[in-house]
Every structure is written in structure tokens, then in C-alpha cells.
């Protein structure tokens, strides 16, 4: 099965500057990342998610990147802000284009970003 | 905006308890999913549902473990005999598959204690 290993497990950043976060995949055939930010004591929340027909997706402060021959992907934000901190997982699937829905998302260990004022 | 709603939001159980975790996925949604996390790790796949019927299931959703569609609107998991391990936060999900963005919407968690 899918294997999905993310790091850092912890980053902490003076607020305005960048933070990327790394992940990386075992099967080839994943062809779905979803980026996924949790605040304490809620559920994921989707932020960004990139398919493997593109190598880049941008919207606004986050962006993300997939290398598909390295089985790479990653999270970057831009000019954080305090309302980043949070936990961040990255996911792999592989989504059935043709059935519609995702199999189950295998996600990262997660990363604890922490925004310093 | 629609969400996933799931109820309780916590429960504490005795070993060996039957439980129930209930769940309201996004009206027009068609895939459901369990999830659970275990306090401090990453959020593991328990159970993907479609068109009545269990489509995925990982190696943590054994024979103790059953999902139920029982009306239009709700999405059930019961644990048969809870155990220890069984602690953790469940989280319910959503998708609504073809023609949708693919996004998961996930509910807000129901947490279990299990003593």
C-alpha cells in the first residue's frame, strides 16, 4: 500500500517569513495530494491539493509542487501569520476519475508549524 | 456553508462496550469515509462507503468494526466490543466524487475514551 512520509514533524518561523513543508509517496500510482491544516480540537480542513497531470498550484500566500519522478511533493507559505500555526498533513491517493470518488487518503505524520511573532 | 456534523462529540465507554459514532455527511455528497487519530498522530483511513456498500477498507477496520448507511441522511460507525487501543478521535468525511473538486470535507471529530 501507500506510504507517505512527511517532514519536518516540527517548524517554527518568525512571522513574514516562508515555510516549506516535504513530503514524499511510495506509489506511483497515487495521482492525488491534498494539503490539510488542522487547528486543535477540529477536523482537516482542505487547503490546497494538486493532481499529477500538474507540477505546480498556487493560490494566494500557499503554493504547492509535485515531482513525479521523484515521488515529491510540498507545501510552501509565504509571508506567514500567526493564523498558520497550526498542524499541516499532507495526503495520497489515488482518485478515480471514472468511479468520482478518492480511496482512502494515506497521510503524512504531520507538521507542527509554529508562527513566532 | 455545509459541514459534516457528527455526534458526540465525545464519549467515554467502558472496555469491552458496544459504540455508536454518528455521523451527517454533506447533503448532495456521495462518498463517505472513516477516519480516526490517535492523539499526537497522523490521521489514519479506516472505511471509504459508496452506493451502500464498504468500496475500501484499511487493516484497522476488522470484524470489531461495521459502518451503516440507515437513512438517506445519516452515516453510522459501531465498534462491537471496544478495547483500549479504540481510544482515539473518529473523524467522519465526505466527497461528493465525479464532477465534484474532489475535496474531502471532514466533521469536527468525535472523540472516544475508551477505560
Known amino acids: 500500500g501507500e506510504n507517505v512520509e512527511q517532514h519536518p514533524s516540527t517548524l517554527s518561523v518568525q512571522e513574514g517569513d516562508s515555510a516549506v513543508i516535504k513530503c514524499t509517496y511510495s506509489?506511483?500510482?497515487?495521482?492525488?495530494f491534498p494539503w490539510y491544516k488542522q487547528e486543535l480540537g477540529k477536523g482537516p480542513q482542505l487547503i490546497i491539493d494538486?493532481?499529477?497531470?500538474?507540477g505546480e498550484k498556487k493560490d494566494q500566500r500557499i503554493a504547492v509542487t509535485l515531482n513525479k519522478t521523484a515521488k515529491h511533493f510540498s507545501l510552501h507559505i509565504t509571508e506567514t501569520q500567526p493564523e498558520d500555526s497550526a498542524v499541516y498533513f499532507c495526503?495520497?491517493?489515488?482518485?478515480?476519475?471514472?468511479?468520482?470518488?478518492?480511496?482512502?487518503?494515506?497521510f503524512g505524520k504531520g507538521t507542527h508549524l509554529i508562527i513566532q511573532p | 456553508e455545509p459541514e459534516v456534523t457528527q455526534t458526540p462529540s465525545h464519549q467515554v465507554t467502558q472496555m469491552g462496550q458496544e459504540v455508536i459514532l454518528r455521523c451527517v455527511p454533506i447533503?448532495?455528497?456521495?462518498?463517505f469515509y472513516w477516519y480516526r487519530q490517535i492523539l499526537g498522530q497522523k490521521v489514519e483511513f479506516l472505511v471509504s462507503f459508496y452506493n451502500n456498500e464498504i468500496s475500501e477498507k484499511s487493516e484497522i477496520f476488522d470484524d470489531q468494526f461495521s459502518v451503516e448507511r440507515p437513512d438517506g441522511s445519516n452515516f453510522t460507525l459501531k465498534i462491537r466490543s471496544t478495547k483500549l487501543e479504540d481510544s482515539a478521535m473518529y473523524f467522519c468525511?465526505?466527497?461528493f466524487g465525479l464532477g465534484g473538486t474532489g475535496e474531502l470535507f471532514f466533521g469536527e471529530g468525535s472523540r472516544l475514551t475508551v477505560l
Open positions: 495526503a495520497a491517493a489515488l482518485y478515480l476519475y471514472s468511479g468520482g470518488g478518492a480511496d482512502g487518503l494515506t
Open positions: 468525511a465526505s466527497t
Open positions: 494538486i493532481r499529477s497531470n500538474v
Open positions: 506509489d506511483s500510482a497515487s495521482n492525488y
Open positions: 447533503s448532495n455528497h456521495l462518498y
